[in-house]
């Protein structure tokens, strides 16, 4: 009876170690904050590699959302950090079977508990292959977190970062048991330093045609819900 405990303790082990195989995080490339007189903003680029079982489901058709969310504190040393700013982008990724191109739609606001369907999109952006679409969805320019306002010259600020595949968006028969798998797992979390003092913006012009479409493809901009 000795041999049991270590059998299930070898086993338990071997289990552990073939779990991050599948749960892996994305690979940071880029992550830097810009503090100007106007805004905070965040500039990142992560490498995409979905397992298999993410990408089947991709090629039949089934839509994928990830969502990228920002909050910005600033530190009080008299009491817990309070949050003065927010941002989330929520991206989605959909395959076109009948042109074989792929579509990722922006949305810039926090997602409904109705679902992805629910969300405004901004814009769309086709895509060739897999790779590009991938590529477009972890890519993120001169993202706007605060306004210059919003942060105290004063103080120190900190910003607590976010990358996710979100699998509550999907339709609910796609959710079932997928808790349980972490090959769906897709998710980077991170803390970044606010920088201490503001910089000119040396390009605002650049910068804001590049904010507008940051995607590279082929992009059309819907219009507003009236």
Request: overall charge neutral.
């Amino acid at each position: 009876m000795r041999g049991w405990p270590r059998f299930f303790l070898g086993l338990v082990l071997s289990l552990l170690a073939l779990w991050p195989a599948h749960a892996q995080a994305p690979q940071v490339e880029q992550l830097v904050l810009q503090r100007t007189p106007e805004a905070l903003l965040l500039s990142a680029r992560m490498a995409l590699q979905p397992s298999p079982v993410v990408e089947d489901a991709l090629y039949k058709a089934v839509p994928l959302y990830f969502v990228w969310h920002a909050d910005v504190y600033r530190q009080r040393w008299y009491w817990i950090d309070k949050r003065v700013a927010s941002a989330t982008r929520t991206l989605r990724l959909a395959y076109q079977p009948l042109t074989r191109r792929w579509r990722v739609s922006l949305s810039n606001e926090a997602a409904a508990t109705s679902g992805g369907a629910s969300l405004q999109y901004a814009l769309h952006q086709n895509f060739d292959s897999l790779n590009e679409a991938l590529a477009g969805v972890g890519r993120v320019v001169r993202w706007r977190l605060a306004d210059g306002a919003q942060l105290d010259p004063e103080a120190k600020h900190e910003v607590e970062f976010s990358f996710r595949l979100d699998l509550s968006l999907l339709p609910r028969p796609f959710q079932i048991g997928m808790g349980d798998q972490p090959e769906w797992t897709v998710e980077l979390r991170q803390a970044l330093p606010v920088p201490g003092q503001a910089e000119p913006d040396r390009s605002p012009d650049v910068g804001a045609a590049v904010q507008a479409v940051e995607l590279t493809g082929e992009a059309t901009v819907s219009e507003p819900a009236r």
